[in-house]
């Protein structure tokens, strides 16, 4: 089956650190993969999204790139701020849109000033 | 970008009780509509798929009985929490994905989600 392996958190930082969370997925087929972020009380929201070996997903100064060969899509941010506090799902889904997520456990991160 | 609405946002109802639980999809349609079910600090698990005018998919697990899903238009489905006891008491979520834009590249949008607290 398809399943997603995150970091746990949380992750404490200073603002202006960098920020990595690690993931790695196994999937019967050949996924998209996708960053989301949640913040307190609210739903989901796609933060980036990769598609195929190789490819970089890219937005608001975080990135994470689609590594076939150790199954893993770790994002990555240089210089976090306090308002990156939240919590973030790597998550993979395998075919086009209409199948089902598979999520990661999330990764609660915290910034402090 | 697209807008999947959820309402109520909080709901407390009295144990045995039911709650439904709106997601609209409110400027695209959505043949499919997914409900997830969020515990404290945990990951969102899958509950059902839920199909514009057929039976909803049920994951491995989940009651259908107790938890029912209607997806009566292209950007309406409820998921009807029935007999609800405080171990329903969580976060509900939804998502869709826009009619014809079913490729890889394709994003589900999230609803902002329903936190159901039973007592």
């Known amino acids: 089956g398809n399943s997603v392996t995150q970091m746990e958190g949380p992750v404490t930082l200073s603002e202006e650190a960098f920020l990595t969370i690690n993931c790695t997925y196994t999937a019967t087929g050949y996924p998209s993969l996708f960053w989301y972020v949640q913040y307190p009380g609210e739903g989901l929201q796609l933060l980036l999204k990769?598609?195929?070996?190789?490819d970089k997903g890219s937005n608001k100064g975080f990135e994470a790139t689609y590594r076939k060969e150790t199954t893993s899509f770790h994002l990555e941010k240089g210089s976090v701020q306090v308002s990156d506090s939240a919590v973030y799902f790597c998550a993979l889904r395998v075919g086009a849109a209409g199948n089902k997520l598979t999520f990661g456990g999330g990764t609660r991160v915290l910034v402090k000033p | 970008g697209a807008v999947v609405s959820q309402h109520p946002s909080w709901v407390i109802c009295k144990s045995g009780t039911s709650v439904k639980i709106e997601c609209r999809s409110l400027d695209f349609q959505a043949t499919t509509m997914f409900w997830y079910r969020q515990f404290p600090k945990q990951s969102l698990m899958l509950m059902a798929t839920?199909?514009?005018?057929?039976?909803?998919?049920?994951e491995q697990g989940v009651e259908k009985d107790k938890f029912l899903i209607n997806h009566a238009s292209l950007t309406l489905s409820t998921l009807t929490v029935t007999s609800a006891h405080p171990e329903d008491s969580s976060f509900y979520i939804c998502?869709?994905?826009?009619?014809?834009?079913?490729?890889?590249?394709?994003?589900?949008?999230f609803g902002q989600g329903t936190r159901l607290t039973v007592v």
């Open positions: 990769a598609t195929k070996a190789d």
């Open positions: 839920s199909n514009e005018g057929s039976k909803a998919t049920y």
């Open positions: 998502s869709a994905y826009p009619i014809g834009q079913g490729t890889k590249d394709t994003e589900a949008f």
